[in-house]
Every structure is written in C-alpha cells, then in structure tokens.
C-alpha cells in the first residue's frame, strides 16, 4: 500500500526537551510538507521541501527544524525554543508543487508537554 | 499575506438536505481551489478541485467558482450524517520565481442531523 506513515501518533515532551516526528512515504512524490493545527484552527505551515537535501520555512518556522537527506523522509524537531508545542502536527506529500498540487496526508501526531 | 476566509460554523443542517459550504480568498490571481475534509482527530483528506469558473459535479458533491466574486462554494447534496466533517478550504497562488503558495482557510464545521 503507498501512503504516508507519521509515528508516533501521540507524543509527550518534557520542558527542555527536543522530540522529532518521523514522516515517512512511498509514493514516490518529490514534495513534503510540515503543517500545525490547534483546535478550531485551519493547517500553518512550519517548513516545506521541493527536493531532497532541500528544505523553506513556512509561516511558523521558529522553534522547529527538519531535514531532507531521502525523498522518503522528512522528519521534524520540535526544540525546547518552541515555547507552545502542543498540538496536531500534520506531515504532506505532493507528486511536485504547481498549481495542480493536491497533498496527501499522514495520520497525524497530537503533541502535548508533560 | 494571502488569507482564505470560511465561516467557523457549526453548520447544521438535516439529513437530506443540501449543505453549503463557503469560502473567500484575497488574491486575485489565485488560480487552483481545493475542498478537504476533515473528520475529528482525523487528517485531511481531497474531495474536490476545480480551476475555471463555472460548477463541477462530483457524485453528490459540486463545487462552483466565481473568480469574479473570489469566491468558491462546495455543495453537498443528500447530506448524510457521515458527511458530519470540518471542511477546509484551500487555494493556490502563483507567487513567482517558479514557487506556488498553498494557503488553507480554517475550515467550516458541518454538522448532519439524522
């Protein structure tokens, strides 16, 4: 089955403390995406990737951090500078950016500080 | 900023009925428009996309384009409670040097009443 997988799909950090969310897919597609969503509130992106070795900052970069070593992978570090880390982190694919880009969703990571 | 505009809702409507879904966006060379839905604690998922103005008709689902107005409307026909979702609206814009922007509205809750 093609897809993407996200683990874990709840994740508690501690203060202080550096998680990632591992975003995996075998679609083949070239772009990857890292969205947020709080409740009651539409996707923000955090970062975006075209290629590999690759990555932008989206609208809410700060505090976070990603890397794009495969086309397979896109993981995402919360660091301990992002202050408000709780809630429904999203990762996305797409076949290539333009404007018939249609994004394919992961199942989601809640995070939530302990 | 580019801003895509849902009303939060809840929108309820009966079983049966036709649910209407709207959306404004602020940029006027916005070009491609897309519907998610979004079931609670769920990811995402593509429903419809339409780019020329005009209606296009998916099984019980239509979604109408008035650039014009900036405008994008989703229709569902015979609402069934599984239909009960959040609808997001999202909208590309071309915003040069070969880069498309992705914009997501916060999506309108729909509530279908058996």
């Known amino acids: 089955d093609g897809g993407i997988t996200q683990s874990p799909k709840y994740l508690f950090r501690k203060e202080g403390q550096n998680v990632t969310l591992s975003c995996e897919q075998n679609?083949?597609?070239?772009?990857m995406y890292w969205y947020r969503q709080d409740p009651g509130q539409g996707l923000r992106l955090i970062y975006y990737?075209?290629?590999?070795?690759?990555?932008q900052k989206g609208d809410i970069a700060e505090g976070y951090s990603v890397s794009r070593e495969k086309k397979e992978s896109f993981p995402l570090t919360v660091t301990s500078a992002q202050k408000n880390p709780t809630a429904f982190y999203l990762c996305?694919?797409?076949?290539?950016?333009?404007?018939?880009?249609?994004?394919?969703f992961g199942s989601g990571t809640q995070l939530s500080v302990l | 900023q580019k801003e895509v505009e849902q009303n939060s809702g809840p929108l309820s409507v009966p079983e049966g009925a036709i649910a209407s879904l709207n959306c404004t966006y602020s940029?006027?060379?916005?070009?491609?428009f897309f519907w998610y839905r979004q079931y609670s604690g769920k990811s995402p998922e593509l429903i419809m996309s339409?780019?020329?103005?005009g209606d296009k008709e998916d099984g019980r689902f239509t979604a109408q384009l008035n650039k014009a107005s900036q405008y994008v409307s989703l229709l569902i026909r015979d609402s069934q409670p599984s239909d009960s979702a959040t609808y997001l609206c999202?909208?590309?814009?071309?915003?040069?040097?070969?880069?498309?922007?992705?914009?997501f509205g916060k999506g309108t809750k729909l509530s279908v009443i058996p």
């Open positions: 679609l083949n597609h070239d772009a």
């Open positions: 990737s075209q290629i590999v070795n690759d990555f």
């Open positions: 339409i780019y020329s103005n």
């Open positions: 999202a909208v590309i814009t071309y915003s040069g040097a070969g880069s498309y922007q992705l914009t």
């Open positions: 996305a694919s797409s076949l290539s950016p333009g404007l018939n880009e249609k994004l394919f």
């Open positions: 940029d006027r060379v916005s070009q491609s």
